[in-house]
Antibody, heavy 114, light 113 residues
């Protein structure tokens, strides 16, 4: 069974950084592109970006390209999202997903507030 | 960026009725190379993660009931839910995966009367 479990969320002050993790199991992690999607409270889905199998190609939505960094550790079957310069607009549930987005994690909440 | 415009933003129907949700893209999602439309539909039930229903505009994901039907080509797409059931209460999103950045529609909230 494919399982994706996000962690690392919580309350963070504006301007600070936070790194999310997504632990994958039940499939051959290094065979798949992986992606991140977020959802602000009561709002729709926003695609953040995705990374290919060997990390040689990473695509981002332009508005987040300078703030967020996606990476992966195939030895640890883990996907990461490094977020910097966080603002209130980044308050959201963050989901990791296996491309083509047919498997999603349960999501992790990030709240940016002083 | 490709803009995805979804309509309606919400609708309420009785169980057993048929529902149509529309999605329009600002550019064609049809690949000239393989004649496939790179459009997906997702269902998100309250408090849950999104679930892929349809990909390549009309292919149902494994396990998705056949009352969910995707259609359309180019820039205009439709998700039809026939004989709506109470369990179909959810938000529905279209997404283009034709070009980066991938983009979602704003969503359609389906309520059951």
């Amino acid at each position: 069974e494919v399982k994706l479990v996000e962690s690392g969320g919580g309350l963070v002050q504006p301007g600070r950084s936070l790194k999310l993790s997504c632990a994958a199991s039940g499939f051959s992690f290094n065979d798949y592109w992986m992606g991140w999607v977020r959802q602000a409270p009561g709002k729709g889905l926003e695609w953040i970006g995705e990374i290919n199998q060997d990390s040689s190609t990473i695509n981002y939505t332009p508005s987040l390209k300078d703030k967020f960094t996606i990476s992966r550790d195939n030895a640890q079957n883990t996907l990461y999202l490094q977020m910097s310069k966080l603002g209130s607009e980044d308050t959201a549930i963050y989901y990791c997903a296996r491309v083509p987005y047919n498997n999603w994690g349960q999501g992790v909440m990030v709240t940016v507030s002083s | 960026d490709i803009v995805m415009t979804q309509s309606p933003s919400s609708l309420a129907v009785s169980a057993g009725e048929t529902v149509t949700i529309n999605c329009k893209s600002s550019q064609s999602l049809l690949s000239s190379g393989n004649q496939k439309n790179y459009l997906a539909w997702y269902q998100q039930k309250p408090g849950q993660s999104p679930k892929l229903l349809i990909y390549l505009a009309s292919t149902r994901e494994s396990g998705v009931p056949d009352r969910f039907i995707g259609s359309g080509s180019g820039t205009d797409f439709t998700l039809t839910i026939s004989s709506v059931q109470a369990e179909d209460l959810a938000d529905y999103y279209c997404q283009q995966h034709y070009s980066y950045p991938l983009t979602f529609g704003s969503g359609t909230k389906l309520e059951i009367k």
